[in-house]
């Protein structure tokens, strides 16, 4: 993978392991000639962890709307720095300019970064990886969610099992550069089914 984009949270979160594993995310990113793709900060674990690459001699990539730029919270010392109008084309650009996904601690946005990755590797817009850096077991509340929607029948055991979790950046990353694509498609099977029975 050369480029990882990174979802996390504008905010440092309650507890200080959540900027040490931003830290030790970059780190390893830089190390490992990854660039990051991120979504153009300067504040929270954003900031922390384009800081980080940028320390370590690393590429960065920022993707910020204007609005958001407009308050004065865009990263300025970032390798690129792409402005756009809405949400939805940094979520594009984003997907675009990225091989793999990262989802660190964070808010609403982050959740719904993570959501879309999620539902389009699963309707095989693109086949990328995606991870989770569970820090501190942040997201467990998430996992049990997402366990709960499996055994309801609301999502596929193999699009479940394809998220890569782990919560150190070295174990999550080798997970990642094991990926592969699910060869299932969502509704498939049912359609069939449903054909069968009405034949």
């Known amino acids: 993978m050369k480029k990882i984009c990174v979802f996390c949270g504008s905010s440092q979160g309650s507890d200080p392991v ?18 990051l793709v991120f979504g ?7 900031g922390i962890i384009a800081n ?8 960065t990539t920022g993707i910020i709307p204007q609005k958001i730029m407009d308050m004065e919270i ?3 010392g970032l390798t690129k720095l792409h402005v756009v109008e809405t949400m ?10 990225s091989d793999g996904f990262i989802t660190l601690p964070g808010g609403f946005g982050t959740l719904d970064e993570l959501s879309e990755v999620l ?5 095989r817009y693109y086949d990328k990886p995606v991870g989770i850096l569970n820090v501190n077991s942040y997201f467990d509340g998430l996992l049990q969610f997402l366990d709960h929607c499996m055994d309801q029948g609301f999502v596929r055991p193999e699009h ?3 998220i890569h979790i782990a919560d150190n950046a070295p174990e999550l990353i080798e ?14 099977d049912d359609i069939r089914s449903e054909s069968a029975s009405g034949s």
Do not use: S
């Open 18 to 35: 959540f900027g040490e594993a931003a830290k030790i995310l970059g780190k390893h990113l830089a190390d490992n000639n990854i660039g």
């Open 119 to 123: 539902t389009y590797n699963q309707l």
């Open 88 to 97: 939805h084309e940094r979520k594009a650009l984003m997907a675009q300019l």
């Open 52 to 59: 980080t690459v940028m320390e370590y001699g690393g590429h």
């Open 160 to 162: 479940r099992n394809n």
């Open 74 to 76: 865009a990263h300025n």
């Open 175 to 188: 997970k990642m550069l094991a990926y592969q694509p699910v060869a299932v498609d969502k509704w498939i």
């Open 40 to 46: 153009g900060g300067r504040v929270g674990l954003m």
